[in-house]
Every structure is written in C-alpha cells, then in structure tokens.
C-alpha cells in the first residue's frame, strides 16, 4: 500500500515562518537591538553661492593687504619719533653726535637705511670712535650705540716752565685738551716745545702700546700702583714712579713682559715691598739668572 506525502502551499510556510521570527525578536532583550545609522543629509551648496564666497574672500584678503600697505608706507605708525644715544666714554661730546642722531627723526622705521649713517659717524670721528651700531626697537623707536676708543692716560707735556695736558685714547689721539681724568695714570713728556692744539694724534699708537702695558702690567705682576710715568722719548725708555716712591726703568724697545718677568724671578732675593729703593733698572737684557740691577736710598 503507497501513501502519498501531502505537498504544503509554499505561501503557508513562508507566513509560518515569518511568525516565527517575530515571536523571536519579542523575546529578545530591548538592548541588544541596535537602531541603524542615519545618514546626514548635506545640502549641495549651489555654483552662485560658491562663487560669492570665492569673490568675498578675494576682497576681504584685498582689503586687509591694502590696509596694511597704507599702515605701514603712509602712517605714523611706524614714523620714529624717539632716537636714544648710548655712549662707552667721553671721547665724543654728545652735541657732537646731535646732527647724525636727528636724521633718524621722522623716518619709516622699517626703511630707514642705518648703514650710511654708521659709516658717517665712524669716517667722521674715525680717531674716536671704534664702531657704532644703531638698533631698531619697534614701532617707532632707536637706539644709536657708540662704542669708543678708550682713554688710556693723561698726558703733560713740560716745555720749560709750560704745561700741556691732554687725554689720550687707545690709538693716541688726543680727545680732551687742558683736562684729565681722574682714574687714569699720568704720563710726563718733557720736550722742547709745544704741541699744537686741537684734536690730533699726539703719540704713535705703536710708541703708546708698550707705555701702557707699563703701567698696567707692572700693577698686575706686583700689585702695586703707579702714580705716574716719564717717557723719555729719545733714549726710548718709561720710568714708572710706585706709590712706594720708588722708579722702575724699562726699555721700550724691548718686550715689557719679559722685563717684569726678570724683576718678579728676583723678589726671592729683593723684597721690593719692604726694601727702601730708589729705583730698579730692568733695561738691561739677559738670561733667565741676571741679576736685577736697583739702587737703595742712603
């Protein structure tokens, strides 16, 4: 006996199994179910808008250039209205300085040309001035720095009963007449006449090295200071008068170095410090076991 198996409407199973699943998804918990992802919806900004944007930006950056060309070439903002002179000494008076100092009053700061003025200033005061340097500080601000020779001794020419006195400069420019200053040590010149007045070279810069290593060495090897000097320009020689009264004689046209060195070999035996000297002659060279030639006050 056959029996025959019952075909099932296709419909009835896919609505049987739609129950199905929907009794399922009941029974699961609410917080497993994720919600999907809406997507956001940006609207398409239109070509005419686009390009007025594009325009507004261009006038926008426009004006702000324009803006800032007239700030800065047609403005006082930047116009210097302040000029601030710092100086290293007193070889150049500051009036001297005024007329070159003022040409910066006025100016665009950020087109002023400072290295034609530098080299004004040093070419005009070539024998007192070692170098300037002019510094921007803005808007509207300057500050002129002089650097300058140093003044490194007063100088008194003697001729008979006269006196000149000078200050003299690194280089031996004189750049004070008929003054000293106090801090310097002084320098005797006794010669046959006098030296012409107004601001010049009295002494060769190579002749004043070695006097002034003389007078500030010989403070650095034996601390003791020197209250003045004589150059005897002929025999080439420096006499240093101590704060002790007594003299050292050195050769200019030997290493000044090298003498003191001789004379501090010989403190062992020559107690400059507590010995009643007149004076002590270094002039003559020789080795390094010479004997110190000096002479004691009776």
């Known amino acids: 006996m056959f029996f025959q198996k019952k075909t099932t409407d296709g419909n009835l199973r896919r609505r049987f199994h739609r129950l199905l699943l ?6 699961l918990p609410t917080t497993t179910i994720r919600r999907p992802k809406t997507r956001r919806m940006f609207k398409q900004t239109s070509p005419g808008m686009a390009l007025f944007k594009k325009v507004m930006y261009f006038v926008v950056a426009a004006l702000i250039f324009v803006g800032l060309v007239y700030v800065a070439l047609f403005s006082s903002f ?46 005009t005061f070539k024998n007192q001035v070692l170098l300037v340097h002019i510094k921007k500080s803005y808007p509207h ?24 006195k000078f200050v003299v400069n690194q280089i031996g420019y004189s750049i004070l007449e008929n003054s000293e200053q106090k801090d ?23 002749k004043l090295a070695p006097i002034v290593d003389g007078f500030t060495k010989f403070k650095d090897y034996f601390g003791i200071k020197i209250t003045e000097g004589e150059w005897k320009k002929v025999e080439r020689e420096l006499h240093l008068k101590t704060e002790k009264n007594f003299y050292v004689w ?9 003498q003191l060195s001789k004379l501090k070999r010989a403190l062992a035996k020559l ?9 002590i002659d270094l002039r003559i060279a020789g080795g390094d076991n010479e004997k110190v030639i000096f002479k004691r006050r009776k």
């Open 78 to 123: 930047f116009e210097i209205t302040k000029v601030s002179l710092e100086k290293s000494g007193e070889a150049v008076a500051s009036t001297a300085l005024a007329p070159f100092v003022d040409k910066l009053k006025g100016k665009n700061i950020l087109f002023v040309n400072t290295d034609s003025l530098v080299r004004e200033i040093e070419q």
């Open 271 to 279: 107690d400059i410090y507590r010995e009643n000297l007149e004076y």
């Open 184 to 206: 310097l040590p002084i320098l005797i010149w006794r010669t046959s006449k006098m030296l012409p007045a107004g601001k010049s070279v009295v002494i060769d810069p190579q």
């Open 250 to 258: 050195l050769d200019l046209t030997q290493n000044v170095d090298g």
């Open 22 to 27: 929907s009794k399922r998804k009941e029974n």
């Open 141 to 164: 601000k300057v500050i002129v720095k002089v650097e300058e020779y140093p003044a490194v001794l007063n100088l008194r020419v003697m001729v008979d009963n006269m006196v000149q």
